[in-house]
């Protein structure tokens, strides 16, 4: 996409800038923030990037990491800029340092709400980290190694290590560049994909026991409730990428994954294969995302909550 002048004047007149980005980080989220975080810095600007969560422990090798800021300082801050974040509800307690100040709102998801002063929101870019790589090179940051491995990882998270339909020419185009600078996939993949703990082998032993199938096995549904997390000691960051295992069944569509969280909410994953639009059943739920991809979070009881959904899902063949 064209990067917006005004954008780049509004970042290049800023010293004290905030980058923010979504709770329950993913790839993309840490892989964006941190590229754009280490970019800023490596010009002299004064970044910090906030996040709610903890940085999952197998992003903890992209530099910077150590450096992520809880939202818990009164900064004062000139400029925010989002990334990878459909609304702002989705910033926890983050959402507190867009009051009063310039937002720039960077996105790569269909149902993001423009809630920015500017919005960058691209919902044909395969990541959040290609729009980052497009405006690094609009500011005339030169990539380096570090940087590199950053945007790397965001793309390659979340285009399903190149497969996904949201992979484009441009994409490996970028990749391409990427690996110029320094990036050793190999390396990286062993880091990311190849260094699960025992505890999230568990859960995904658990996840797979728990497979229930519907609609003539075109849905397949997984369900984790807290005590299990509890009795293998698992983190929250564990259930990342579990869903899959469902959606990867052959005469699987739509793969849904219902997992119980703290305060009676129940956070739900949704993924199809090639024609159901999950993004709108996620709607439904006062979640969104993507076509293929998409989430959404609910209080209740996980059952209730379950039937609920499966109804929306079965829903949405017959509009095919």
């Known amino acids: 996409m064209l990067i917006n002048p005004a954008v780049i004047k509004l970042i290049r007149d800023s010293n004290n800038i905030a980058i923010l980005s979504h709770i329950m980080p993913d790839g993309d989220n840490i ?3 941190l590229a754009l975080y280490n970019a800023l810095n490596k010009i002299g600007k004064n970044a910090a990037f906030i996040l709610e969560d903890d940085v999952p422990q197998i992003y903890k090798f992209l530099k910077g990491s150590e450096k992520v800021e809880k939202p818990q300082n009164n900064h004062k801050f000139e400029l925010v800029i989002v990334l990878d974040c459909g609304d702002t509800g989705r910033l926890g307690k983050s959402e507190r340092y867009l009051e009063g100040r310039k937002v720039v709102n960077i996105d790569h998801h269909l149902s993001n709400t423009n809630f920015g002063l500017y919005n960058l929101v691209d919902p044909n870019a395969a990541a959040t980290s290609e729009i980052i790589y497009q405006l690094i090179k609009s500011l005339d940051i030169p990539l380096d190694k570090d940087i590199s491995e ?4 965001g793309i390659v998270t979340d285009t399903g290590q190149f497969q996904y339909s949201n992979t484009t020419n441009f994409t490996h185009q970028i990749a391409g560049d990427l690996i110029k600078q320094g ?11 190849q260094n699960n703990s025992k505890a999230k082998m568990k859960l995904i032993g658990r996840a797979i026991n728990s497979l229930e199938f519907y609609h003539q096995d075109k849905i397949a549904s997984m369900t984790l409730k807290k005590e299990v997390f ?4 698992a983190q929250d960051e564990d259930a990342d ?3 899959n295992f469902a959606r990867d069944i052959n005469e699987v569509e739509v793969a849904l994954f219902f997992k119980e969280a703290e305060d009676e909410k129940v956070k739900i994953g949704f993924r199809s294969k090639d024609y159901v639009n999950v993004n709108e059943i996620a709607q439904k739920f006062g979640g969104g995302g993507h076509k293929r991809a998409a989430g959404a979070t609910v209080t209740g009881e996980i059952e209730n909550i379950k039937e609920k959904v499966l109804e929306a899902a079965i829903e949405a063949f017959s509009v095919v």
Request: net charge negative.
């Open 31 to 33: 892989g964006s923030s």
């Open 150 to 153: 950053c945007i790397y990882t």
């Open 183 to 193: 990036v050793e996939p190999s390396k990286l993949y062993r880091d990311i994909y």
């Open 230 to 233: 509890e009795s293998i000691g």
């Open 241 to 243: 990428g579990i869903i």
